[in-house]
């Protein structure tokens, strides 16, 4: 059980650091929640790759959680990081749409205005704190859905041996 | 705690939960209709996991919902597939579902957003709600399952029971 507790935490890291990279990148980001998804399903790939004993779905609902919280960490890192190349970018976009297009589409300003751009304390907490919470439901689902998809069938029993019944890791027949 | 009254807490906990999350989508646009400033904290919430884009959201009270229309359909298909897993497994045990079940509903969100990332077409609303529809109702299969699995082995670890007998 140590063992395996000790195994949870670098899968969970690697998953959580990438996905933290890539949602905090802009335009990058875009892909939604589909990143902590992947990253928690990459993260359950490196438990059973690495683990010896049989996982179930909760192993991958709890690494999960852990990729999402690091995932957030990583996240708000990011984005205090490209915040300041982030304004410059997008008012640089903004200009360009202005000198090209008669009418700005629906929202755009509104989107890109100084206020998007602001990183005071309590908003950086904030963010922090529902990315933790919204990252670690997703990794969960992210983890328990990688399970099921790349854990190994167990050996089929040798002819004439009792048949032992699954545990909820497997899929149903 | 009896196993079908963990899975049944399981349930009704992500139930109010995905309840909470579609409430939030739809109140942010009606508190910025009303000039509320709490609409930025149900913005916020949703900004970690979604674009945002207005030109791809739905409009409600005349101001985009809190996700995009892909987003959107993944939390109403979550929803309904919480009705779908309460009347297919109800609560007595828990099993996921299929590979290729999953692999059948993923692949039509998949096509769609890769086609629009490289710019190979650009879906409208219905289309990106449609996909997320279809994926998010097999969620709720897999999170009930592993959430309600982890309360269930650790019961067994604190009976002392082996961990990966069901």
Same mark, same amino acid.
């Given at each position: 059980m140590n063992e395996q507790r000790t195994l949870t935490l670098t ?19 875009c892909l939604c929640c589909l990143w902590i998804i992947g990253g ?134 | ?48 996991? *979604? ?19 892909? *987003? ?95």
């Open positions: 899968p969970a890291l690697i998953g959580g650091v990438l996905v933290g990279i890539l949602s905090g990148i802009p335009l990058v980001n928690a399903m990459l993260a359950s790939y490196l438990l059973i790759k690495d683990s010896t004993a049989r996982l179930t779905s909760s192993d991958g609902a709890i690494i999960g959680v852990f990729t999402g919280i690091v995932a957030a960490v990583v996240k708000t890192v990011v984005e205090l990081i490209m915040t300041p190349l982030n304004k410059r970018f997008f008012q640089g976009l903004m200009e360009r749409f202005a000198e090209y297009m008669e009418e700005m589409p629906p929202g755009l300003e509104e989107m890109f205005d100084e206020s998007a751009f602001e990183t005071t304390v309590p908003r950086i907490l904030i963010g922090l704190l529902m990315s933790g919470i919204i990252f670690s439901a997703l990794g969960a689902l992210g983890g328990i859905i990688g399970i099921s998809l790349f854990q190994k069938k167990p050996p089929q029993p040798p002819q004439g041996a009792p048949n032992v019944p699954e545990n909820t890791g497997n899929r149903q027949p | 705690m009896s196993q079908r009254n963990r899975i049944a807490l399981v349930y009704f906990l992500t139930l109010g939960g995905i309840l909470l999350c579609v409430g939030i989508i739809f109140l942010a646009p009606y508190l910025k209709s009303r000039g509320s400033g709490l609409n930025a904290f149900a913005y916020l919430f949703f900004a970690p996991t *979604c674009h945002q884009i207005p030109a791809r959201s739905i409009c409600f009270f005349g101001h985009p919902l809190a996700v995009c229309a892909r *987003c959107l359909g993944i939390y109403i298909g979550f929803l309904g597939g919480m009705g779908i897993y309460a009347l297919r497994r109800g609560f007595s045990a828990v099993a996921m579902p299929k590979v290729r079940t999953l692999i059948l509903v993923t692949f039509p969100l998949i096509l769609d957003a890769l086609g629009n990332l490289f710019h190979l077409w650009n879906a409208p609303h219905w289309l990106r709600f449609l996909t997320g529809i279809l994926w998010g109702s097999i969620l709720p299969f897999y999170f009930i399952t592993g959430v309600a699995d982890f309360f269930i082995q650790k019961k067994r670890l604190k009976a002392g029971r082996p961990e990966n007998i069901s």
